[in-house]
């Protein structure tokens, strides 16, 4: 350690913010070299004598007449014209700068997005669109019943409509089924059914 | 923002925090502006102008740091910013009449405080003071606020870093050069005194 590194260090060794390893240099330099000893001695002494500066009062109205400022701006904040805020708005969005290369990537990049994204859905959506049909069937109108008596006499009732069944059936496409009106059932042929034989086991 | 803010509630719940610090700071403040300005106008403007900003600012305000050294780097951009916007001083050649210009021949010449006058002064503790503070005036603005934050307001070289949004080995080399030139002036004045 050399005089000039240590008038370089003297401050920050004063102030306790050297590494141990250099305090304990400057220390021992210190010892031995009355010059640097004499650069300290005048450098604590500024420090002292800044330390020991009287504290400047202040009056007493300071923090009034500052929470007075800060509710005056408030107040402007809160009245002034929207036109004035969309101003400021559109200054304070003018202050964040963009380089123009990233604009332009990532003007791209979202226009690619939005691309795919509409033919994505689009793919999703129409073959089940065209796969699914449903079928509903009309239901027959009010005036196609007709009311009677039960067979006590003391019941009204509505009878079935004749074409309950055979209501026309619509497709979602909108092709008209003609409505089936005769449904003939096929007689099944009867099978001979064998009397349980009494006796057990049965002979073979 | 404030026009959003508004119809939240966390500008009232922050005005209520606010005001509170300014109550608790503002000597602390008051003190480091006039040791930064040098005369009570001055520090009066600049720490009304710092709390307003810190105000305006409040919801950056990160609460681990002490309120008072997020103050302290408001107010020294705020004080170099206003020292960089004002005019700057005109050279005038100190043996030239003062108006020359208008009339021609003026015999008021240009008269300079000489702090070193009355060196009898320098021992009573109201002239020291004042001869320090005009020597902290004539540091770079740089050195003066590295200087104060850390011998009047007592801030480690990391919160005087942090405050001053610069390097540690800046911090470093801007106390060493402060204190070096005042204690040439201090120097000068024991000189006389003796």
Same mark, same amino acid.
């Given at each position: 350690?050399?005089?000039?590194?240590?008038?370089?260090?003297?401050?920050?060794?004063?102030?306790?913010?050297? !590494?141990?390893?250099?305090?304990?240099?400057?220390?021992?330099?210190?010892?031995?070299?009355?010059?640097?000893?004499?650069?300290?001695?005048?450098?604590?002494?500024?420090?002292?004598?800044?330390?020991?500066?009287?504290?400047?009062?202040?009056?007493?109205?300071?923090?009034?007449? *500052?929470?007075?400022?800060?509710?005056?701006?408030?107040?402007?904040?809160?009245?002034?014209?929207?036109?004035?805020?969309?101003?400021?708005?559109?200054?304070?969005?003018? !202050?964040?700068?963009?380089?123009?290369?990233?604009?332009?990537?990532? *003007?791209?990049?979202?226009?690619?997005?939005?691309?795919?994204?509409?033919?994505?859905?689009?793919?999703?959506?129409?073959?089940?669109?065209?796969?699914?049909?449903?079928?509903?069937?009309?239901?027959?109108?009010? !005036?196609?019943?007709?009311?009677?008596?039960?067979?006590?006499?003391?019941?009204?009732?509505?009878?079935?409509?004749?074409?309950?069944?055979?209501?026309?059936?619509?497709? !979602?496409?909108?092709?008209?089924?003609?409505?089936?009106?005769?449904?003939?059932?096929?007689?099944?042929?009867?099978?001979?059914?064998?009397?349980?034989?009494?006796?057990?086991?049965?002979?073979? | 923002?404030?026009?959003?803010?508004?119809?939240?509630?966390?500008?009232?719940?922050?005005?209520?925090?606010? @005001?509170?610090?300014?109550?608790?700071? &503002?000597?602390?403040?008051?003190?480091?502006?006039?040791?930064?300005?040098?005369?009570?106008?001055?520090?009066?403007?600049?720490?009304?102008?710092?709390?307003?900003?810190?105000?305006?600012?409040?919801?950056?305000?990160?609460?681990?740091?002490?309120?008072?050294?997020?103050?302290?780097?408001?107010?020294?951009?705020?004080?170099?910013?206003?020292?960089?916007?004002?005019?700057?001083?005109?050279?005038?050649?100190? @043996?030239?009449?003062?108006?020359?210009? @208008?009339?021609?021949?003026?015999?008021?010449?240009?008269?300079?405080?000489?702090?070193?006058?009355?060196?009898?002064?320098?021992?009573?503790?109201?002239?020291?003071?004042?001869?320090?503070?005009?020597?902290? &005036?004539?540091?770079?603005?740089?050195?003066?606020?590295?200087?104060?934050?850390?011998?009047?307001?007592?801030?480690?070289?990391?919160?005087?870093?942090?405050?001053?949004?610069?390097?540690?080995?800046?911090?470093?080399?801007?106390? &060493?050069?402060?204190?070096?030139?005042?204690?040439?002036?201090?120097?000068?004045?024991?000189?006389?005194?003796?």
């Amino acid at each position: 350690v050399n005089c000039r590194k240590v008038s370089h260090l003297l401050s920050a060794f004063m102030d306790g913010e050297l !590494s141990g390893v250099e305090h304990r240099q400057l220390h021992e330099h210190l010892i031995r070299c009355p010059e640097c000893q004499d650069d300290y001695e005048g450098l604590l002494q500024v420090k002292r004598l800044l330390g020991g500066m009287r504290v400047q009062t202040t009056r007493k109205a300071l923090p009034a007449l *500052i929470l007075q400022q800060i509710s005056d701006e408030e107040w402007r904040a809160a009245h002034q014209k929207p036109s004035a805020w969309i101003q400021q708005t559109l200054q304070q969005l003018k !202050s964040i700068v963009i380089p123009p290369k990233t604009a332009v990537l990532s *003007i791209g990049m979202a226009l690619m997005g939005v691309f795919f994204a509409f033919h994505l859905s689009a793919l999703s959506t129409r073959p089940s669109q065209q796969n699914t049909i449903t079928w509903e069937k009309t239901p027959p109108s009010l !005036s196609e019943y007709t009311e009677g008596l039960d067979t006590t006499g003391s019941r009204r009732f509505l009878s079935q409509p004749a074409s309950y069944d055979t209501g026309a059936w619509r497709r !979602s496409d909108d092709l008209l089924i003609t409505p089936v009106t005769d449904v003939r059932v096929t007689p099944q042929p009867q099978i001979p059914v064998q009397p349980l034989s009494r006796v057990w086991p049965p002979p073979r | 923002m404030d026009f959003a803010r508004l119809f939240t509630g966390v500008l009232r719940n922050d005005r209520k925090d606010f @005001d509170a610090l300014v109550n608790r700071c &503002h000597r602390q403040a008051y003190n480091i502006a006039y040791r930064l300005t040098g005369n009570h106008a001055d520090a009066e403007d600049l720490t009304q102008e710092t709390f307003l900003r810190a105000y305006r600012f409040f919801d950056r305000y990160n609460r681990d740091m002490p309120f008072e050294n997020w103050l302290y780097r408001i107010m020294s951009r705020v004080f170099i910013d206003e020292l960089r916007k004002r005019p700057k001083y005109k050279t005038q050649s100190l @043996d030239q009449p003062l108006n020359s210009g @208008d009339s021609g021949d003026s015999d008021v010449m240009l008269e300079l405080p000489d702090f070193e006058a009355n060196p009898e002064q320098m021992v009573l503790s109201e002239s020291l003071d004042e001869y320090l503070q005009n020597a902290l &005036h004539a540091l770079p603005e740089e050195f003066r606020v590295a200087v104060i934050l850390a011998d009047i307001e007592g801030l480690s070289y990391e919160e005087i870093a942090e405050t001053m949004n610069c390097s540690l080995g800046t911090v470093r080399s801007r106390l &060493h050069r402060g204190r070096k030139l005042l204690r040439q002036k201090v120097a000068a004045v024991q000189r006389c005194a003796v």
